[in-house]
């Protein structure tokens, strides 16, 4: 198991938040790094027709100072889709994995090879209100743990401590403070096994396009085809079972709490997933 320490001081300059990393040089004096995640990491967020989830996370990158792109989902009636023949559930769960697919072909498309991550994530989430200096932070751990795929918001009915993760070993560790507040944060980062949820993760850039050349293409209707010989055509199937994995806890984003099902196993498992993370951070 390996551990970092990274400190992450907030700076504010002209009415601008900016981060920075405190560093001791050889002689022992301390020196600031400015540090602004975005200009490594790109992060887009999936939305499909509701306004008012839209407004909602477009409200919370406002607050947190993140840059980030809301991203138009894809209707049912995309060629893509339609005419398949798919139950209205399976044809949901294509819509929202093709989004995911659209969102990671953008960020191989539209930016370079100096954004070597991405951060995707869907609309019904709550994320930390530290969001942006936090990110920074993990962006360091997920570089230092050379891992492919990191969960960064997922559902679990348990908050995860100790030195595993239900069998699965933890990986490595690192400390944030906020030196406004003076409170400090461990993050603890896990391998993981059945984690669902595609709430919010991230990728690097090597891994997006294994991802993409996997299942961009036509990857669906070979699902179709033979159902028995691939995943699900689902991104919490494929996407976050892929390469080498790990979560963060306490997670950058959480399931926002708000989501109904007409399953009652299904509702159960979505609240237990807000309720029992609610208070490890502070989400908004």
Known sequence: MRGWANTIVKYAYNTSCYYAKNHINNRGYIFIIMSEPE??????CLNYANQTRFDAMFDKWHRTGT???????????DPRIAGRGLSDHAAKCWSCMIGHLDMIRTYLEETGPEIDCAVFCEDDILIDADFRA?????????????????LLGY??????????????PKLGYSHYVDVNSGRATQYNYYDYGD?????????????????????????????LANPEGHRQFSADWTITKEGRRAIVYPMLAIEDGLSTYDDYGQRVFHQMSHESHKDSSNYI
Not at 39 to 44: G, L, N, P, S, V
Not at 67 to 77: D, I, L, R, Y
Not at 134 to 150: E, K, N, S, W, Y
Request: hydrophobic share 40%; net charge negative.
């Open 195 to 223: 984690i669902w949820g595609t709430q919010m993760y991230m990728l690097s850039r090597a891994q997006a396009e294994r991802i993409l050349e996997k299942y961009g293409n036509d990857y669906g209707d070979r699902f």
């Open 134 to 150: 936090r990110l920074d932070h993990v962006i360091d751990d997920f570089m230092a743990l050379g891992v492919d795929t990191l």
């Open 67 to 77: 840059k980030a792109t809301m991203f138009a989902g894809v209707p049912t009636t």
């Open 39 to 44: 200009k490594r990491c790109a992060i887009y």
């Open 155 to 168: 559902l679990t009915m348990y908050p995860i401590v100790g030195d595993d993760n239900a069998g699965y």
